[in-house]
């Protein structure tokens, strides 16, 4: 039977591994071209620091790692008579895979708050693990790309996190892609408003669910919720509200000027607005005010932000964040504000592998492949293998005098863009030929001009 | 109480990224110069891939993970009332992390062997996890970097393996390593001659502790383990033997020469040591034939590794490999004969800070902070940062118009190289301040000659 890989994981082959490269490269320069730094937490936490951080349905998915040994023998066998398999789970483990990069990074800033130079600005890009139900387009291992600032109040962060977005996409070639940027403050003040901000987070969580249900499935979750109909009739009116960010945030300050909180988010919106404008607006993000963005996630509490790409609609949001201002709080560390985008890395490489939207020779990795004729010239192929690595060509030696043909096939497989053929008779004449893989042409040249010749196609190396 | 990470675990600051960052890349760009392939694998595997390859100490080391929800209900009770407690683990658990990177490659090798082109050189640089007790410079997680090449029996691998060595150390500056080599045939021959080749196993166990316990200590395990006295005195004899490569070689081959095996052993040693001389030897590093060379792992079968720095004799090895025949036989697929070598990532960067041959400028990482000076100079201030952004200069403007002390001791602390002071009464006069961090010296010129004084800075970039 043949060895295979658990559900919802992924083995990346050399042609995978490129394309992701080409893409966690894009992302980690900007967000270093925007002054973020590196920062790496380890893979697995203490159990306590993650759980109980992500609702009862996140802690479900969260993988646990077994204690090892003697440490079992403390199995707690009543909860497990019990069948309370989550109290049993606990009693004999005591650490827990990473679940997102958010609840490390703020056991970062807590642990190693009087190293830290705030604002600090950290961004991370590693691995989470979640113990979810594999399906197309989602696994229990994938990569996560955060960048956050703590420890600023300022708007300007705001408007850098739209900068950052805007030429990430730009930089990655992806057309047609949304900003949505809402704030919690205003959607506060709208329930405030209607009269049920005691329900607010009620409210956020079936409007967060509108692009997936639609306006119909909001409107009957918020029956069935219980929210009266004339205030469902006034949401609706809000929620598809059309026109110019400008336009929309001018009808809505009319309306909601009495609240101190809305007209705080309102005046952060415009700010936010006004500067990008004012600078010359996004390249190739096209940024929108919309007041149904809500967010699932209830430890937002300002700005918050959505990436989409509405020409494909089941997509879902290929990035995402906001402010929130208590994310320490749970590490006993108080009012440290603080705002981040995360990128949906596995989404964006779909859409990018779907439009083709990678160079041509992101797979030709090896430049030359040097054929193998046999022992009497192994000596000045290695001579050249050597001379080709010290200018940094990319190449290699075929290991055996196998025929040439297979050594010929060895190299289209791998995309090689060239092959050196140098064989006892050229060797005679002081000549060699040069094998152009792509185009399927050969050429002789001199043994003395190998490297020029061959530096030649390379310019860009170096 | 301050919130902490699980013992043998480590956070990483943006410094220490940029340092490990540093090591890697420069592993990685030489093995791709050397032609091999990127792969990535699922941190975890199914448990029965990994559970059992190790050896009894090896298993003790291996985390599993928990499995979820009602799967737990399948705990086998009756091991954990014997105090069974490996099986109780097992009957909870379906998935283990990785333990080393050697065991996934053979499994993905296998179940991707139809799609895959031999010889195949793929090299991995991955996270790998081990339950150890932690201690200095021993981690729980820490990163692996193997290189290996997978169906091909050409002695040319083991010497682009030796270059591959010796080209990484070069790169990173390292002086006075030493590459030991040796191969399993000749150590076989070995015990054959001296009649023990049954103990063969024990015999290469015992011969690996020779750095640690001395020869010495490998005498007492000899006596202890019952080898007779008069072998253990020829044993000590060839295992201090001293001189050339050639010479040691060719005292060997006149004793050995009557066993096949040795003598295939032989002559791929002297098939790599002469190439490598003929090509004018290795540049870095010390190519040493050494008999007393043993590695422990039995699965190695030919040649084998082994990377030290002898001036710091308690490093242990700092990298090491060899040649294996059967590591696929594992997974159901015979007579692949592979050959890898792997670095001690961990000691290798602890030895490069130990003699500071990291870059000095490794930490400037932003090259520009834009001082705030309130609302009137901020448009232009933000228009000045996308400029150099977009020339590939890494820059930030300061969120808020604090007291410029404040501003300059960010920028201090984050080591950015220089601060653009463009206040009001700058503006007016249309120039700006650049001051340059480092020095603490600071000049005045005009806006419009900004982005190319600050170019000129950073000639390197783009």
């Known amino acids: 039977m043949k060895p295979s890989i658990p559900k919802g994981t992924r083995d990346f082959t050399p042609s995978e591994v490129y394309l992701r490269d080409f893409v966690k490269e894009k992302i980690k320069s900007n967000f270093e071209l925007f ?3 590196p920062i790496e937490t380890p893979s697995f936490e203490k159990l306590e620091v993650i759980a109980g951080k992500y609702g009862d349905d996140g802690d479900q998915l969260i993988f646990k790692i077994l204690s090892n040994g003697e440490k079992l023998s403390k199995a707690d066998l009543d909860s497990f008579n019990d069948q309370n398999y989550s109290k049993f789970a606990n009693s004999i483990s005591e650490k827990a895979l990473r679940y997102d990069l958010t609840v490390p990074f703020s056991r970062y800033v807590v642990q190693h708050q009087n190293e830290l130079t705030f604002p600090f600005k950290r961004y991370q890009v590693q691995t989470v693990w979640r113990a979810d139900r594999p399906q197309y387009g989602r696994f229990q291992e994938f990569l996560q ?14 408007i850098e996190l739209c900068l950052l977005y805007d030429k990430i996409i730009k930089d990655l ?32 969580i079936i409007l967060d669910k509108l692009d997936k249900i639609k306006i119909e ?12 109909k004339d205030k469902i009739e006034i949401i609706k009116e809000f929620m598809l509200m059309k026109g110019t960010n400008k336009f929309k945030l001018k009808k809505i300050r009319k309306i909601f000027n009495d609240y101190k909180i809305s007209l705080e988010g309102l005046n952060e919106q415009d700010f936010i607005i006004d500067n990008i404008d004012n600078s010359g607006g996004l390249e190739s993000v096209d940024l929108k005010f919309d007041l149904s963005l809500a967010r699932g996630l209830s430890y937002y509490t300002g700005t918050i932000f959505e990436l989409t790409l509405p020409r494909i609609p089941d997509l879902g949001s290929i990035g995402g964040g906001g ?39 992101i797979n030709n990795h090896v430049h030359v492949l040097i054929a193998n004729f046999g022992s009497n010239t192994t000596l000045i192929c290695n001579s050249i293998l050597k001379k080709l690595r010290d200018k940094g060509v990319k190449s290699e030696f075929y290991p055996d005098d196998s025929k040439l043909r297979k050594q010929l096939s060895y190299a289209n497989s791998k995309k090689i863009e060239y092959v050196v053929l140098l064989g006892e008779e050229e060797f005679e004449n002081g000549e060699f030929v040069l094998k152009d893989m792509s185009k399927g042409t050969q050429d002789n040249y001199k043994i003395s001009e190998l490297e020029s010749v061959i530096l030649s196609k390379f310019k860009k190396i170096n």
Chains 1, 2 share one sequence.
């Open 35 to 37: 002054g973020f730094e």
């Open 145 to 158: 790309c955060d960048a956050d600032i703590i420890g600023s109040n300022s708007i300007w962060q705001e």
């Open 173 to 204: 070639g992806l057309k047609g892609v949304t900003l949505r940027i809402n704030n919690r403050k205003i959607l506060y003040g709208f329930t405030k408003l209607l009269g049920f901000e005691n329900r607010f987070n009620d409210f956020t």
């Open 217 to 228: 499935g909001v409107t009957k979750e918020l029956i069935k919720q219980n929210f009266s």
């Open 323 to 361: 402010r929130y201002d208590n994310l320490t709080a749970n590490f006993g560390k108080k009012s440290l504000s603080g705002v981040g985008i995360s990128f949906g890395f596995e989404r964006i490489l779909m859409v990018l592998q779907k439009f083709k939207l990678f160079p041509k020779d």
